[in-house]
């Protein structure tokens, strides 16, 4: 079974207009990372936001928050007030003890900002 | 500091040559991963190091692979020989052991094999 599930292979957003996109996970440990990463074209791997299995409060970092479901297993990445520079590849990954503490990403959704 | 650094940034080289390439992770980190990304298959993790052992290396493709860790500020990922196949984006990260620990990702080497 997949570990990161991202069901949207491309999504288009147009400019200031905001976003979601879709993660699900499946892990049975109580303790876990939740994490999204951006690649844009120039191809480097860019950490944008944290969610921890026990934090009460969906994360927030600037235009990006995680929306957090633990009971549904998703944690689903919002960008508001989409910029042309947002768009990009972007992964969602889990890391957990359970399967030695490595990152499992998803295959990544590519997100077009329209102007 | 600066960051996990990869080397070199692109590499071509003719089939059936070795290819070694290079990862100094971030100081103080205990974990390096080493990732390959294509566009068919994705990000791929290839094999994972904790303290300079190797934990899990079942996703390097053939033996045609190696990967070792001699220190904790230095890896490589060998391959010999090298295939067309093996065209790629090869990634290196480094963290630290939480699992609430981020990933630092090096800027990755551009391998192409003719």
């Known amino acids: 079974a997949q570990k990161i599930t991202q069901t949207q292979p491309g999504m288009f957003v147009q400019e200031k207009e905001a976003v979601t996109l879709d993660c699900t996970y499946d892990?049975?440990?109580?303790?876990?990372?939740l994490f999204w990463y951006k690649q844009p074209s120039s191809g480097e791997m860019i950490f944008l936001i944290y969610?921890?299995?026990?934090?009460?409060q969906n994360a927030t970092e600037g235009r990006y928050s995680l929306n957090f479901q633990k009971a549904r297993k998703s944690a689903n990445l919002v960008i508001s007030a989409s910029q042309l520079g947002d768009s990009a590849m972007y992964f969602c990954?889990?890391?957990?003890?359970?399967?030695?503490?490595?990152?499992?990403f998803g295959t990544g959704t590519s997100l077009t900002v329209i102007p | 500091d600066a960051g996990v650094i990869q080397s070199p940034r692109h590499e071509v080289t003719e089939m059936g040559q070795e290819v070694t390439l290079r990862c100094k992770p971030i100081?103080?980190?205990?974990?390096l991963f080493w990732y390959r990304q294509t566009m068919m298959r994705g990000l791929e993790l290839l094999i994972y190091?904790?303290?300079?052992?190797?934990?899990?290396d079942s996703g390097m493709p053939e033996d045609r692979f190696s990967a070792k860790m001699p220190n904790a500020s230095f890896s490589t990922l060998k391959i010999q020989p090298s295939e067309p196949r093996d065209s790629a984006v090869y990634f290196c990260?480094?963290?630290?052991?939480?699992?609430?620990?981020?990933?630092?990702f090096g800027q990755g080497t551009r391998l192409t094999v003719v």
């Open positions: 990260a480094s963290s630290l052991a939480s699992t609430g620990a981020k990933a630092f």
């Open positions: 190091f904790n303290n300079n052992v190797p934990i899990d």
């Open positions: 990954a889990m890391r957990d003890l359970n399967t030695g503490n490595q990152f499992y």
């Open positions: 969610q921890g299995s026990y934090d009460q």
């Open positions: 892990t049975s440990d109580p303790s876990y990372g």
């Open positions: 100081s103080g980190h205990d974990y």
